[in-house]
């Protein structure tokens, strides 16, 4: 029996000898398993970007044609000469027929500039200084937070179409100024062919609804609309000019108000009421 026990631990002991060799021999084993690091890619070129390809949808391929010049091209693209030289990395403007341009169609130097506005976030309003010979007064009180607008119309005298819009925008600037007003009373005037003109600034309550000037703006288009309605530019512009205005300060096509609504007038006009009626229900 002893000599059994005395074999099983000689054993024990060779068990544990061999385990700790083992361990010395490959610690690894009883370590957490690590995935090998991936092989290293050889690294995509960087691209070009004076280099045309596939992958830059920007630039477009002009085969020069006989009688060309770089100028005539750059024209027809609405880019210009230098541009075509950076892209192409020409030194001298010499081109030859059957050559092939790159055009870089996303530099056009027009693009800004023959943009139209994108309505109704951007109105252009021709500003109070392009068209006044004079300046405002200072009896003029804040507007304070803007709660309705309200439209008018000039009316029309006589001589109306002899005359133009900032010709008659002069005469209302001095007309309403005789009043002891510190400016013309409206905060846009509509032009007969559509054209936004900056009245009174908006930070300042108009002159244009007795007794209810305060956080109201002022609308007018020139002309008399008791008989006819506003031409269609003038239409489109009044239309845009609300839309922009209740964008802004939030207003609901019911804060839209004709003159005569808010006080006793004939203004603006019965024809002008009755689309401004149609517009509220909006
Ligand atoms: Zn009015």
Request: hydrophobic fraction near 30%; charged fraction near 20%; include cysteine.
């Amino acid at each position: 029996m002893k000599y059994i026990k005395h074999i099983c631990f000689l054993g024990l002991i060779g068990l544990l000898y061999a385990c700790s060799n083992s361990y010395r021999h490959n610690p690894s084993a009883h370590k957490p398993y690590i995935p090998p690091a991936p092989a290293k890619l050889p690294e995509a070129p960087e691209p070009k970007p004076e280099e045309p390809t596939q992958a830059t949808p920007n630039y477009l391929i002009h085969i020069v044609k006989k009688g060309e010049t770089l100028s005539a091209i750059s024209k027809r693209y609405k880019t210009t000469v230098n541009s075509i030289a950076h892209t192409n990395r020409l030194k001298t403007s010499t081109i030859q027929v059957g050559q092939k341009l790159y055009i870089n169609s996303s530099y056009n130097p027009y693009k800004t500039s023959r943009k139209k506005p994108t309505l109704p976030s951007q109105v252009r309003v021709v500003p109070r200084t392009s068209w006044c010979e004079t300046n405002m007064k200072s009896n003029v009180n804040p507007m304070g937070r803007i709660k309705k607008i309200t439209v008018h119309h000039t009316t029309a005298p006589k001589n109306l179409a002899k005359m133009s819009d900032i010709q008659y925008l002069n005469i209302i600037e001095k007309a309403h100024k005789k009043k002891g007003w510190a400016s013309i009373g409206y905060h846009y005037i509509i032009g007969r062919d559509g054209t936004i003109y900056q009245g009174r600034p908006i930070n300042y309550q108009g002159a244009h609804v007795s007794g209810a000037n305060s956080n109201n703006i002022g609308v007018s288009l020139i002309g008399d609309f008791n008989k006819k309605l506003p031409n269609r530019s003038q239409l489109n512009a009044l239309n845009t000019m609300l839309g922009y205005l209740r964008k802004k300060y939030q207003l609901p096509a019911t804060k839209v108000y004709g003159h005569k609504h808010l006080g006793t007038s004939e203004c603006p006009g019965i024809q002008l009421e009755k689309w401004l009626i149609q517009y509220r229900k909006k």
